[in-house]
């Protein structure tokens, strides 16, 4: 089932929603516009409502779910009081509020984990709460891979709402952790779903990141179910590698290259596009450079912060791609722009079908402990209007970054 297709440039601000009633539809007229199917991108090259959308969709979001409904909410970090306080909010009014968040939100600076747990509670026999997975790994990956002495993460984004401006089963997957630096000094993407099936899928996995969050971890988890009602395929992480193969020497194994694999490149018909924030996998490197020197375009906009690209990578890609640019222009106040976008596009043939566009998106990072060992949601969408879009926004990074 497809569902009608928008794109959010921008909702308006918390502030201009309490700014004037000559500036603010009535609030009767604001519910009455309907959630839908959307794609929403920030832009901390903006003024405050642009570095905000992302943030200020789900403030909305939250604020048009009804009492008696449920939201449940997975995150890795979280430090931005106006979305604890919307949380809190509706919690009041009468809607169940679960909130799962890594470890790091309880130790780092300005994290939310303590106001939620007293606007929440953390008793998980309650209709709301807050749960913080294990310290030194995350809910279900238990791993640490060599080289990594912070271990697995839950490193999910995504929210989950029962029902929200009129609309059920409503699925939130970003890129962005809801911090304030996500805003205001990277580009971050995320998609709203209204889709039954793909909801249902999203919440047996939140279910599953507090059974074994509450109990013990694992090494291996991965599963990849497709909505029963839309256009949508989920992949779960940790995905461990084959027998007597090294974590970062497996490409069979490898989700993202095993994608790659599905792109025809001959006529020159096709197009891959990447955002990435970070990226050391080196199978997927050499899979966009087979791609290119097969016919198809390769355009890649990465973050340009130190050690976001492994230098085996930076090799491997070095004057190989249709164009690469590196997000990181310096701003006055000695911070960044950057970019913590993650997605993958396909325009072309895909699984020996011409004419897709297909976008992949979620919380996976190009790295080995992004495949191997956190908690991780990685998004097929098979959706034209969504896809249009993610290019949209594509062509936007690949001019800005140029440019810095």
Known sequence: ??????????????????????????????????????????????????????????????????????????????????VTDALAAAHARGVRVRVIVDHTSVTMTGGEYGRL???LGTDRTKSS???????????????????????????????????????????VQTSANLTNTQRTDLFNNAVTVVDSGLYDNYLAYFGD??????????????????????????????????FLKAPDDDAATDTVKLVLDNVGCAGGATSVRVAANLFTRDEVAAKLVELHRAGCEVHLA????????????????????????????????????????????????????????IVFTGSHNYTYPALRANDETLLKIDDPALYDRFRADHERLMAYCADT
């Open 1 to 82: 089932m497809r569902r009608r297709t928008t794109w959010l440039l921008g909702l308006p601000t918390a502030a201009a929603l309490t700014a004037g009633a000559a500036a603010v539809p009535a609030a009767a007229e604001q519910e009455a516009v309907p959630v839908t199917t959307t794609a929403t991108f920030n832009d901390p090259a903006g003024d405050t409502a642009a570095q905000s959308r992302i943030r200020d969709h789900i403030l909305d979001l939250i604020g048009r779910a009804p009492a008696g409904s449920v939201i449940s909410v997975a995150m890795y970090t979280f430090t931005e009081n106006p």
């Open 117 to 119: 747990a007293e606007a």
């Open 129 to 171: 709460w807050v749960y913080a997975c294990p310290a030194g790994r995350g809910c279900i990956g238990s791993r640490t891979l060599a080289g990594d002495a912070d271990g697995a993460i839950n490193h999910n984004k995504f929210l989950l709402f029962s029902s929200t401006g009129g609309a059920g089963k409503v699925v």
């Open 209 to 242: 990141l507090l059974a074994h969050g509450t109990s013990t971890g694992t090494d291996h988890y991965y599963r990849t179910p497709t909505s029963a009602t839309g256009p949508y395929k989920t992949y779960f992480f940790p995905r461990k590698e084959s």
């Open 302 to 357: 990465y973050d340009g912060a130190p050690g976001s690209m492994g230098s085996a990578v930076r090799t491997a890609l070095a004057g190989r791609l249709t164009a690469q640019a590196a997000c990181s222009e310096p701003r006055a106040d000695g911070t960044r722009i950057g970019l913590h976008s993650k997605y993958l596009l396909v325009e072309g043939v895909y699984n020996g079908q011409a004419g897709r566009k």
